[in-house]
């Protein structure tokens, strides 16, 4: 056999990547060797809330977008064509870190054969937190949104005397 009949690598394969990312707005483009008939991906440092437009939605796809996961596929049997490059889907979304990358790539054909999936780099997003206490540490995961006192007491009544003399 020659090296394409031996090869242990899938012969068609697909590419997710990111578009133009804006607040609240990140394009996932898809580059595909074959017809895709369904996908699966995750989007670490975002929570995604909508997904709209691009080829999932010209083929019909139903697409869900949640938490970090977004799933695409079509109760009709349609599929995004072989050779399709271009965006997948618009994606709505709040920054929950200040990178967002793509991670866990499922992507099938028609015959429920997953495709070999290579991905983009990560993108950069606009991301602030509320830090009240300016610690450095974003409130909404900061154990102690102000000051420990002498017992340990987050805002406590305790007196920073050294003494830890704290009865209530």
Same mark, same amino acid.
Request: aromatic content about 6%; charged content about 20%.
């Given at each position: 056999?020659?090296?394409?009949?031996?090869?242990?690598?899938?012969?068609?394969?697909?590419? @997710?990547?990111?578009?133009?990312?804006?607040?609240?707005?990140?394009?996932?483009? @898809?580059?595909?060797?074959?017809?895709?008939?369904?996908?699966?991906?995750?989007?670490?440092?975002?929570? @995604?809330?909508?997904?709209?437009?691009?080829?999932?939605?010209?083929?019909?796809?139903?697409?869900?977008?949640?938490?970090?996961?977004?799933?695409?596929?079509?109760?009709?049997?349609?599929?995004?064509?072989?050779?399709?490059?271009?965006?997948?889907?618009?994606?709505?979304?709040?920054?929950?870190?200040?990178?967002?990358?793509?991670?866990?790539?499922?992507?099938?054909?028609?015959?429920?054969?997953?495709?070999?999936?290579? @991905?983009?780099?990560?993108?950069?997003?606009?991301?602030?937190?509320?830090?009240?206490?300016?610690?450095?540490?974003?409130?909404?995961?900061?154990?102690?949104?102000?000051?420990?006192?002498?017992?340990?007491?987050?805002?406590?009544?305790?007196?920073?005397?050294?003494?830890?003399?704290?009865?209530?």
């Amino acid at each position: 056999c020659d090296a394409a009949e031996c090869s242990d690598e899938p012969s068609d394969g697909a590419m @997710l990547s990111f578009g133009a990312v804006s607040d609240g707005s990140l394009e996932v483009y @898809l580059s595909s060797d074959a017809p895709v008939a369904g996908f699966q991906f995750d989007i670490t440092g975002a929570d @995604l809330g909508s997904a709209s437009g691009g080829a999932a939605a010209g083929a019909g796809f139903t697409v869900s977008a949640g938490g970090s996961t977004v799933l695409g596929f079509s109760f009709t049997g349609s599929v995004i064509p072989a050779g399709s490059s271009g965006l997948l889907t618009n994606l709505g979304y709040t920054a929950t870190d200040s990178e967002a990358c793509l991670a866990n790539p499922v992507i099938s054909d028609p015959n429920g054969e997953a495709l070999g999936v290579s @991905l983009g780099d990560c993108v950069e997003l606009d991301y602030e937190c509320d830090d009240a206490d300016n610690d450095g540490i974003c409130d909404d995961v900061d154990d102690c949104v102000g000051a420990y006192d002498e017992c340990g007491v987050c805002n406590g009544d305790g007196i920073a005397d050294g003494a830890c003399d704290c009865d209530g």
